[in-house]
């Protein structure tokens, strides 16, 4: 069974520039998350989905943040514009039942 | 909210020694599970064990096992024989029971293996 895919791996941009990240969940998986992870912290989430709703994201930062899933299944995460404090791991997560299962990230540097 | 604690943010062992890492937590909910995730290097966060809250017995994945102690809160993971391969950052998690799916983490642990 493929495992939950996240691309790009790393990603550096310019401050002020767009960037967006790729999720595409463990086949089956209804709920899906956005984590961001700071350097020596874990994971703060930041956008849940059950199917194609997004039914928490409280921790979104709407100003610049914005997500979606369509059709239930791959995700996209963008930021627009990004900040240098936007630089972290984002994590990309899909469960169906009591354990989530991880990607492996990506890292977004933003200079 | 749900808050997570580790309160070691470095732990070290020898190889095939055993380290026990400490995970507090707080909840009014009485239903709900507890995790261990170990995240290497390569950033990927991948399950080490789990505990339902409503079962007594520890749980036990080969080396690893867990301290469940529900009245105190505490989620301790103990690992036995210790490996270089163990060498890792550790992440106790808690995620609600049927009334929710979001799952809270604490600051982690980084675990050093000294050969």
């Known amino acids: 069974e493929a495992g939950v895919v996240q691309s790009p791996r790393y990603k550096i941009i310019e401050k002020k520039q767009p960037v967006a990240f790729w999720c595409n969940p463990i086949?089956?998986?209804?709920?899906l998350y956005w984590y961001r992870q700071n350097l020596g912290q874990g994971p703060e989430l930041l956008i849940r989905y059950e199917n194609e709703e997004a039914v928490d994201d409280s921790q979104l930062p709407k100003d610049r943040f914005s997500a979606e899933r369509l059709k239930g299944v791959d995700s996209t995460l963008k930021i627009q514009p990004a900040e240098l404090g936007d630089s972290a791991v984002y994590l990309c997560?899909?469960?169906?039942?009591?354990?989530?299962?991880f990607g492996q990230g990506t890292r977004l540097t933003v200079v | 909210a749900q808050t997570v604690t580790q309160s070691q943010p470095e732990m070290s062992v020898q190889e095939a020694e055993t380290v026990t890492l400490s995970c507090t937590y707080d909840?009014?909910?009485?239903?709900?599970?507890l995790f261990w995730y170990k995240q290497p290097p390569s950033r990927q966060m991948i399950l080490v064990i789990r505990q339902e809250a409503y079962k007594q017995q520890n749980a036990t994945e080969n080396r690893f096992s867990v301290n469940f102690q529900k009245a105190a809160k505490s989620f301790s993971l103990k690992i036995s024989d210790s490996q270089l391969g163990d060498a890792a950052m550790y992440f106790c998690?808690?995620?609600?029971?049927?009334?929710?799916?979001?799952?809270?983490f604490g600051t982690g642990t980084s675990l050093t293996v000294i050969p």
């Open positions: 909840t009014s909910e009485s239903d709900y599970y």
């Open positions: 086949s089956g998986h209804n709920t």
């Open positions: 997560a899909s469960s169906s039942d009591t354990e989530a299962f």
């Open positions: 998690a808690y995620r609600r029971g049927a009334t929710g799916n979001q799952f809270y």
